[in-house]
């Protein structure tokens, strides 16, 4: 498929005024603890396993229930937003994303805590498709369009950073709930500022919503996420693999039911078109290398260097900085240079830092680690801006939260593919790197050794940043691979007017 040159000045669209400039700000907060919510039990969790005393499994629910229902409901909720309206939908789920935290800070068992963040997934999957969405509405000229996404990138960065540092802070001076009740102020606010935001609604508002639809994008998502995060943590297993077959079998289902239907919920000719298609697909490698990676980052600064939560936390806002300076400078040279040239260049710059982590060894210094990871993360989030306008751009507008649920379904996907293939790898080098004679579960994981004698946790530390390094491998090998498809399905081939 072709992509056509930006319009003509015969075809130039309205540009945005300082009232469409403040309704992105009010976008802003939703989208913020949305993706701080992502990461803000890291530091609570020890809190609450003291107080409400949850067993292993509901431990696990506890944090990823929040991500799985929002993963599985974004296709559904975007598709939802595009015919019921934008705005409604984004109310709805502030509305709902305040109740539920209300609920998950007085959650006295563990029981009712997994219900709440329930509800926050469902509350944040109506929220961030439609902020999305509304920028499609609000900047109809590409070049401002471009500068609202770069934001929008931005804080969906930052909000997943500032996750673990805000649940520390307040953790160490309030009791554990005080993280949830941190949402209620900025969802008052918006629902207070609703006024500047516009309602849109798509060409389908009219048409009937598929209910089958919408549950079979749901267990679709649902036992592939949720199986591939297992298969990361456990290994192989029967039960996570037979439920990755089983949401990939649904899925068939639901894409041959979308080409029957005259209003679909994911539009397969959009899906189809490079520019979108493509976009996607460089964002899931994007995710798969920056998630699949953290894991380890983090454990590095943990068990390698002996940090404490909280500082490790604060350490890895370092690379934010690079992020905050690439990614408006990649929107610039976007302006001159063929996108796909940038994103492409983007991707590169990335997998470089990712190399230089793979040289990281016991007597590197911090800084050293630091700075690398800010190039990695510079990179990253560069070009993933451009993807995000990129495919916004070729949805046309009727399709904007369907669209952006796609993309966002999709991010979602490649951190569970990252934490799986990555993972694996590491896991296989650091058990690779421990002697036999060391205890089974230090054999296991860097946190098993922590209790067993110096010599095997020396052994196992040394391990696991050999481990990290191989990740780091695999990681620039997934930026490589996402800058030659960048510039195999993305670059502008100009046609006459």
């Known amino acids: 498929m072709t992509l056509t040159a930006e319009p003509g000045p015969t075809t130039e669209p309205a540009r945005a005024g300082r009232r469409e400039w403040t309704a992105l700000g009010v976008l802003m907060l939703p989208l913020l603890l949305v993706s701080m919510d992502v990461s803000v039990l890291y530091f609570a969790l020890p809190s609450i396993s003291a107080d409400l005393r949850p067993g292993a499994t509901e431990q696990l629910w506890i944090l990823d229930t929040y991500g799985f229902v929002l993963a599985g409901l974004l296709v559904t909720m975007g598709a939802l937003g595009d015919r019921v309206g934008r705005r409604r939908m984004l109310l709805g789920g502030a509305a709902l994303f305040g109740i539920a935290s209300v609920a998950a800070a007085y959650a006295h068992t563990p029981g009712a805590l997994i219900a709440a963040r329930a509800l926050l997934g469902v509350g944040g999957a109506c929220l961030m498709p439609a902020t999305l969405a509304l920028i499609r509405t609000l900047f109809p000229d590409p070049a401002q369009r471009a500068k609202a996404v770069t934001l929008w990138t931005s804080v969906m960065a930052s909000g997943i950073s500032l996750g673990p540092v805000v649940s520390g802070a307040l953790v160490e001076h309030f009791w554990w709930g005080s993280v949830f009740l941190l949402n209620l102020p900025a969802m008052a606010l918006l629902l207070a500022l609703a006024p500047l935001l516009p309602e849109s609604k798509g060409a389908a508002a009219g048409g009937r919503f598929d209910l089958l639809s919408g549950g079979l994008s749901l267990a679709a998502l649902l036992p592939v996420i949720h199986g591939v995060k297992e298969l990361a943590k456990d290994g192989w297993a029967p039960v996570p693999a037979a439920s990755v077959a089983a949401g990939l079998a649904v899925a068939v289902v639901f894409v041959r039911r979308q080409a029957r239907l005259d209003h679909p919920m994911v539009d397969l ?121 990129l495919a916004l751009g070729a949805a046309p507008p009727e399709r904007a939260g369907s669209a952006a649920a796609v993309m966002e379904s999709g991010q979602e996907l490649g951190g569970a593919l990252g934490m799986a293939v990555l993972g694996s790898v590491g896991a296989a080098l650091y058990t690779a790197g421990v002697p036999a004679s060391a205890p ?47 510039l195999a399905l993305l670059r502008t081939r100009r046609t006459p007017s």
């Open 269 to 389: 000719k959009l899906v189809r078109n490079r520019a979108y298609g493509g976009s996607a697909l460089v964002n899931l490698l994007a995710m798969a290398a920056t998630v699949g990676f953290a894991v380890f980052l983090t454990q590095y600064l943990q068990s390698v260097l002996g940090q404490s939560p909280f500082d490790a936390a604060l350490w890895s806002l370092v690379p934010t900085g690079g992020v905050l300076v690439a990614a408006p400078t990649a929107a610039v040279l976007a302006k001159s240079l063929d996108r796909a040239h940038v994103m492409g260049g983007g991707f590169l710059v990335s997998a470089a830092g990712f190399a230089w982590l793979a040289t990281v060894d016991r007597a590197t210094p911090l800084w050293c680690v630091l700075v690398a990871s800010a190039v990695y993360a510079a990179g990253l989030v560069s070009a993933m801006t451009l993807a995000n306008e």
């Open 440 to 486: 089974p579960a230090a054999r296991e994981t860097l946190g098993g050794a922590l209790g067993a004698a110096p010599a095997v946790l020396d052994a196992a530390r040394t391990a696991f940043v050999r481990a990290m390094g191989g990740a780091a491998v695999g990681a620039a090998l997934l930026m490589v691979l996402a800058a030659v498809l960048s």
